[in-house]
């Protein structure tokens, strides 16, 4: 084997291993916030978390991904450990499709057979790949390209390798070094390095398949324990990943560590047994890269089918080495957990759901605030306070969480969805602000013994239920994700400027006639400012949800588009909550 070809071994690899991650990357992409969904619709039927395992990871081509997520949903407490270790069996099975597309290249023959050999099919599959990508506008369709390039760069990468390795059919020196890793132990060894140093077992089993077609070197009680041995090196990424999490985050790693170490020991041992009994004699035959994706896919088959049974026992020993200390108190779950990161669509669903807790922690806090403005309460006045704290926590939180989820490469549909979260967090952190300074005049009014007018209370009152309103519209619309609601807003948004217009002028008669003094009209000035802010965020809410629906980008413009264009129905919604929210003669 000549420089040349080492060089071009490692070109191979190199564009092998990015296809891998293109492909990967570009499969997440498609698949979006789903990934998150399917994962955490988990119950305590192990059978289900096997079969959606395996599918996910079928989908996404990384075991790796899957664990990693696993491990942050349980460090997030989305999940539980009894919940991801049938997941985390059907991870196994679902990245024994990436060996089974691999071994295409070994499909010989002519005709029809020919066609499902990549090296005839790959260059048609990258110009599609292509032109979807450079001419195609719309987002889904760019990403079915690159799903078609990571593909085509795999099977060039396959190729390259190949040829390379073609040197090494008759190099007497490569020829020991396969015979040594016929021993189970250095074979098993080999194949967990190399795979914890590609943090691929896809990688690994593609460089595998490649020098079984094309050196002829590799038998089957060489291929077996390296076979076994990728799927131990396979633990790496998770348990790298669980490093900082929590304990329960932890046992997740520990536990596919655990399946795949026992699962191989038990598999070689009663496997060697009965060849020490039988000496089965296809044991020193050659075998391509389809019997190597038969081996892998039945050895993960057959081990899931006997830890199925024992997932509790399975949970017991990871508790067991992960064990709770006396005294040890969990922190705060960090359901932003940075290890979603590497799936960014599923980043963004947890950004949401965080940030849908916030939404109602904000409605909550201001309801609050308004009772305050009726009937004073220090310890509710205080929640307000601790609550528009925690809501300035989550504001941050959520904030940096996104800045860098923005830096992934996202779709079109999951960047608008990013925007949506930025703007919006920063509306129900106002709105929280604007509950605190309701609280201070409230309990200004308290402190003061000082109260409105009978009929400066019921004009209060009626302006208290209409924000009331607004915001349950608002806050419902961005959590539900319903436009329809979300497009009521606007409207009721403009009554509430008029009942602010009118409160203050009704409050200067008032004052005129001596019936109210300057220091509550400064009061009621403050209200009706926090009230009238209040109602304009929300608007913000609302508006951002309905522009990311119907792609529309610039605020101002957009407003002044939908009064123009639904001029009938905008006024018809105007004058209906202006005849509900009319104030007493």
Known sequence: MTVHDVLSMLGGLAVFMFGMHTLSGALEKLAGGRLEHWLEKM???PLKGVALGAGVTALIQSSAATTVMLVGFVNSGIMKLSQAIGVIMGANIGTTATGWILSLSSVSGSGIVAVFNPSNFTPVLALLGIIL???????KKKTVGTILIGFSLLMFGMNMMSAAAEGLKDNESFANVMVMFSNPFFGVLAGALLTAVLQSSSV???ILQTLSNKTGTITYSIALPIILGQNIGSCVTALISAVGANKSAKRVAIVHLYFNVIGTVVFLSLFYLVNGLIDMPFMTETLNSTGIAVIHTCFNVLVTLLFLPFTKQ???????TVRDKPGDEETEVPILDKRFLKTPSVAIEQCKTVAFKMAKLTKKTLLMSLDLVDKYDKEIAQT?????NAIDIYEDKIGSYILQVASKDLSVADSRVVSNLLHTIGDLERISDHAVNIKETAEEMYEKKVKFSPAAEKEVGIMIN???????????SFVTLDVAKAKDVEPLEDVIDTLRNELKNRHVKRLREGVCTIELGFILQDLLTNFERVSDHCSNIAVCLIQINENSLDTHEYMNELKRLDKSEFMDEFTMYKNKYVLPD
């Open 43 to 45: 119950t305590s039927n």
């Open 314 to 320: 399975l949970e017991k020993l990871a508790c067991f």
């Open 466 to 476: 209409a924000v009331t309103e607004i915001l349950d519209m608002a806050i419902t």
């Open 204 to 206: 690994s089993i593609g």
């Open 384 to 388: 307000v306070v601790d609550n528009e």
């Open 133 to 139: 990508i450079m001419f195609m506008k719309s987002d």
